[in-house]
């Protein structure tokens, strides 16, 4: 595949910074475009969703999605590889990509929405990138729709006062078990990034750029700082470790957040879908959790339970999962 992609994005966008990232390692021909009313006539030609990152390939495709987006462009460009040769770790590095996704999120849109710094200086930043041509009023109005907009839609990923305490704990735990991992690594797998390096990555980006978190990230997780600034234009440096070397700093983050949280959140949010539940309530880690049903998640925990079944034979994959108390959750069917 030839020419210039061009990215539909925004630099507040998780999801769309993901894409960025993954396109400069693999040296992917690209335009980075931001989405803003000038172009919204030539974003609504190509996507299907009125959400970002949109990929535009040369031949006039659009795609979304960034997981697709990635795993697409990994297979028409196989080098500089993000999927490790042993498929048990493909597969934890698949599973850590998701946690980043889908939970990682809730620490990111929780900060950036609760605080009122964050949510000043984050609706400031939007309203400059859509309406900066028609002047500081409109910005400030934009701004101020923003804000009210999006600190409504805090529930959506389950932040409310009951919850506020395991997201922030959450948060502060991961950093802590992250920088742990990352002092004798540059990348989560070893000598280069793997899927799950972007899907995590992504959603600590942003946060550093915010106000609360970002202090926090600068206070506590230097090594993770590093990555986070090094995940920007992120390079091969090494090839990926064997689990043996990664197991005493990386079990500990599967189990206690993937196992522990993640996952038993993603069961119940799809079972809440299945019975057409308005509310589901589920403990993690000691705590009781309560927020509408995520509608999306349903279908990303059905994809990741697809790779499980296609990676379970591997060769210590069950181990690791059942370890880490992975193993339950992936195997339901």
Request: net charge neutral; charged share 20%; with cysteine.
């Amino acid at each position: 595949m030839t020419g210039t992609h061009r990215i539909f994005g925004s630099e507040l966008s998780p999801y769309s910074v993901k894409v960025r990232s993954f396109f400069r390692y693999k040296n992917v021909g690209h335009e980075w475009i931001l989405r803003s009313p000038a172009v919204q006539a030539e974003f609504q030609k190509y996507a299907k969703l009125p959400l970002v990152p949109l990929v535009v390939t040369p031949d006039g495709e659009g795609i979304q999605d960034s997981t697709p987006i990635l795993e697409r462009f990994e297979a028409s460009h196989r080098e500089p590889s993000v999927t490790p040769e042993d498929p048990a770790l493909a597969f934890v590095s698949a599973l850590l990509e998701e946690y980043g996704d889908e939970w990682g999120n809730k620490w990111m849109f929780h900060y950036r929405w609760r605080y009122q710094p964050d949510v000043w200086a984050t609706a400031e930043r939007i309203a400059v990138q859509m309406m900066a041509p028609q002047g500081t009023l409109a910005v400030a109005q934009a701004r101020a729709a923003v804000a009210e907009r999006m600190t409504g839609r805090l529930g959506f990923v389950g932040s409310s006062d009951k919850t506020q305490p395991l997201i922030e704990a959450s948060f502060k735990h991961a950093l802590e078990l992250l920088d742990r991992h990352l002092a004798t690594r540059p990348y989560l797998l070893g000598g280069r990034p793997a899927m799950a390096d972007f899907g995590l990555w992504a959603q600590l980006y942003e946060a550093a750029t915010d106000p609360t978190p970002g202090s926090i990230l600068r206070a506590s997780a230097a090594n993770v700082m590093a990555w986070v600034q090094r995940m920007v234009s992120p390079k091969a440096e090494g090839p990926f470790e064997a689990w043996p070397a990664l197991a005493p700093t990386l079990m500990p983050l599967l189990k206690k957040e993937v196992g522990a949280l993640f996952l038993p959140w993603s069961v119940a949010n799809s079972s809440a879908i299945a019975g057409n539940a308005k509310i589901f309530e589920v403990e993690l880690g000691g705590t009781a959790w309560s927020q509408e049903p995520q509608k999306y998640h349903a279908r990303s925990l059905a994809e990741i339970r697809r790779k499980y079944a296609t990676a379970k034979d591997a060769p210590s994959l069950e181990a690791i999962l059942r370890d880490s108390g992975c193993l339950g959750p992936l195997a339901q069917a």
